[in-house]
């Protein structure tokens, strides 16, 4: 069996919780034996990577917008718990998106202090994107360390709620705003939105990471491509953007027709395999990936690029040898 590397899988920490009473209620609204899970960073998720085949897993925290000084308190927690299973547990920074200064800083902290292997963010601050260039020092340095940034889905900020809510109960319009849709439609606009920006000509070497088979990209990127022909000139094209400089994880999406279409669409070189843990299991993810095996969808050293070996390229880390 093939080892493989998980990108998109999640901690919460005590300290978010202590920090913000927003996070306090969020967390309140989740399943005990889910936050049991996401608290654990010892041998119980551990004994959870071995049920799945996992090899080594790139955790990261979220959601939360938090102050710079509890950003670092938990990235430097989270650096402990790396440093006892070393082989088994990697990491993405906690970011500060609402000091971009601040952030970029302590982007280049982790990578270089304590080891981890890029950023995960959450794909607005309250409403806000990030192709307003306030917050492109964070771009800048993640380009200058050679790290992927990780966009995130996140909840819907209130403004951004009423496009949701309809002729049905308000928690159907949650459900409409967040893993029913508007995660990740949400997210391939946000893709978008950073093109149309110039963000890619001004970083041609960023490398920004997405979950969920593509967020609902490949599936228009087509159309998409000739669209955005229309915008003015470019450096790059966005065909050319989506070929070099984004890398898609299959988390949390257990179907072989998006897979099918995302494969169809993007070099399997930039396809990476993921599960979304704990919120999936690592068991549902190693079924998955069995059944990706069984119908020859991809196959042979397009396997091996796929469980590990992409995951290793980009994140400069290694999968244990078997």
């Not at 899970?37 to 090899?55: F, P, T, W």
């Not at 718990?81 to 280049?108: Q, V």
């Not at 920004?208 to 094209?237: C, K, N, T």
Request: hydrophobic letters at 40%; one cysteine or more.
């Amino acid at each position: 069996m093939l080892p493989l590397i998980t990108l998109e899988e999640h901690y919460v920490s005590a300290k978010a919780r202590e920090a913000s009473p927003e996070a306090r209620a969020h967390y309140a609204n989740f399943p005990p034996h889910i936050l049991t899970k996401l608290e654990n960073l010892g041998d119980e998720r551990i004994l959870d990577l071995d049920k799945g085949n996992v090899s080594l897993q790139v955790i990261s925290h979220g959601p939360g917008n938090l102050s710079s000084p509890t950003c670092a308190a938990i990235n430097d927690d989270l650096a402990s718990a790396i440093a006892k299973n070393p082989t088994r547990l990697a990491g993405f920074a906690m970011l500060p998106m609402s000091e971009p200064a601040a952030a970029a800083t302590e982007l280049a902290r982790c990578v270089t202090e304590l080891g981890f292997v890029g950023a995960l963010v959450e794909n607005h601050l309250d409403g806000q994107f990030y192709d307003d260039d306030r917050f492109w020092p964070v771009f800048a340095k993640a380009q200058e360390l050679g790290v992927p940034i990780y966009i995130h889905p996140t909840f819907a900020s209130d403004s951004m709620m009423e496009h949701y809510k309809g002729n049905y109960s308000d928690s159907v319009a949650l459900a409409l705003s967040a893993f029913g849709w508007g995660w990740h439609a949400e997210t391939g606009h946000h893709v978008i939105r950073l093109f149309a920006s110039g963000l890619f000509d001004r970083f041609p070497r960023l490398k920004i990471v997405i979950g969920h088979m593509g967020e609902m990209l490949p599936f228009q990127i087509d159309r998409v491509f000739a669209v955005s022909e229309r915008w003015g000139e470019r450096q790059r094209s966005l065909r050319e953007v989506w070929r070099r400089n984004i890398w898609i994880t299959t988390s949390g999406m257990f179907s072989l027709t998006p897979l099918a279409c995302l494969l169809q669409t993007t070099d399997i070189e930039h396809v990476l395999y993921s599960v979304d843990y704990p919120f999936s299991t690592n068991e549902k993810g190693l079924q998955f990936f069995k059944e990706i095996e069984k119908s020859g969808l991809i196959a042979e050293k397009d396997l091996e690029l796929f469980a590990y070996k992409n995951a290793e390229a980009l994140l400069g880390i290694k999968a244990r040898s078997s």
